[in-house]
């Protein structure tokens, strides 16, 4: 298949996503729960965990369809994650419009989140399949990866000791895993191997960490009117990103001063001064290379993962896979 | 079996749910998100959800140990709900210790809340049973119904038309269903027939409603020292109880007024008139019979419990679960 005509099946895929997610949200339920369901999930998002749950699925022999519910499931989970951590980092906005939290409240949003994890399981179980027990096991652990690795992206705001490497642990678990829970839920409906089913996992681990990396990186490099939200917004809130972290292990002297002044400067203490710590931590940031050092990086887990696919049999949902991952690591938002 | 022998019993069945409780916690988690939920598990509580799946298992000829992780799971899933409500409530005090937001901070609770629900599903998973898709739709059916009931007490709270009749639907969400729940997983595990399970959900949801007006009940006539949390909370915090609806719907005039004042009065401005405040309602209650007519919906629920008992086979768990209902509801904390 040519590039255009993956573009074109995505393009299906996210819609089919979309028109489906909102229908899981059950009637008769409190007025503000219910809308606020429907607010996070009409709220658009790439769908790519869901994507790579149905491709992941015709991968292995499966039909893209049998797995609709399971990716509904795992983008109803990724949904809940979104709106819990804003909340925990009191973000105001999200894809362009208000976050659950500034539209409502905290306690609507914390039931929103809530709500929405019942949901995930809920629609998985629409799935039909000859192992239920196996999906909502990988849904579980799915569950208590992203929370364990929130849990770790809050402790790191407490310290200021944490190493890149510290950090790669992290998002392996923020995204990583759900990434990789995504492409190994899609094999165990398709019934993949044991060996695809690993292969798809390892595939999704490294695309999960090539896209939070990519993530840190569109902070900085974005370009705002497509991005949906406040460029440096990671380093208004002190984010210990991949970009500060390599940038403060490689500084010294008063560049590094600099940085460790920013991780704590406070945004709403002195609001005049915002543009004037991104412009200057982003300057560090290119000076020290950090910016080629993420793209690197980004590359490099891409091919990792690339190499993962090369165990399954070629076809049009590999290419897919593999056009997918590329489209991802060249995205602006 | 005597009395005794049946409080013997609770106590060895509350005993095996604490022990096993904590082993659910994951190792290598983040500190606070692991010493939190283990705070929260080891917090003791009257295990009621957790022994009604084991004993409603037994009432239909199944094992109680077989239904032990399932007990685990319904356990869990109750101490999920404590730990987001009691931050929505601004609860400093649950059970006698502080709350998880208070003795860590917002955002690890609603982290150790999300982790709890991932463990549930998890204790859930561990059961020996072939119909493990069954077990976790009563479960995510339970999830979605006590977040709803939650999302209604909050509407409840910015409304001052609430009836008593939508006390009732918001409580049959938020505590009954869950009771249904716990028995209706225990007559799965169980392998019970269709109308035991039915029999057995009948008899939780009746049950989980009189457990919950002697909650509301006990706020104002529970012995301070044995309550684990201050006398007139509910009254504090401006709660849509039965009592004070009940009070509202049957009071006119000046006490009528003075209900209305007292549900909008607010706890931080003037401390020291809370006192005065709950003395005031109190008397209120007593005058107006709210408190005898509480104690009597709480009898006829459960009543009405106990007549669905009659559907089983009699033996040592309906016997059990009898004396039990009755325990509850002479409750003192």
Known sequence: MSGDRFDRRFTRMRRLLD??????VRAGAPKDLTEGCRYVLAGGGKRVRGALVLLSCEAVGGRARDALNTGLAVETLHNFTLVHDDIMDNAPARRGRP????????????????????????????TR????????????????????????DLEFSHRSDVTVDEYFHMIE??????????????????????????ALRAFGHHLGRAFQIQDDLLDVTADRRRFGKAIGGDI???????????????????????????????????????AGVIAGVTDLYRRYGVIDEARTVIGLNTTLALKNLEQLRPGPATGMLRWLSELMMNRES
């Open 173 to 198: 678990k923020k995204t990583g895993r759900l990434f990789g829970t995504a492409a190994e839920l899609g094999a165990a409906v398709g019934g993949g191997s044991a060996r695809e089913a690993a």
């Open 129 to 152: 399949t000859a192992q239920p027990r196996r999906l909502v096991e990988l849904l579980t652990r799915g569950l208590l990866d992203v929370c364990e690795g929130q849990a770790l």
């Open 99 to 126: 976050t659950v939290h500034t539209r409502w409240d905290v306690n609507n949003a914390l039931l929103v989140g809530d709500v929405l994890v019942g949901l995930a399981f809920a629609m998985l179980l629409k």
């Open 19 to 24: 028109a489906k997610l909102g229908t899981a």
């Open 236 to 274: 208004m809130e002190g984010k210990r990103t991949f970009l500060m972290l390599k940038a403060l292990e490689r500084a010294r002297g008063k560049d590094r001063a600099y940085l460790r002044r920013a991780l704590h400067f406070s945004t709403a203490r002195h609001p005049a001064r915002n």
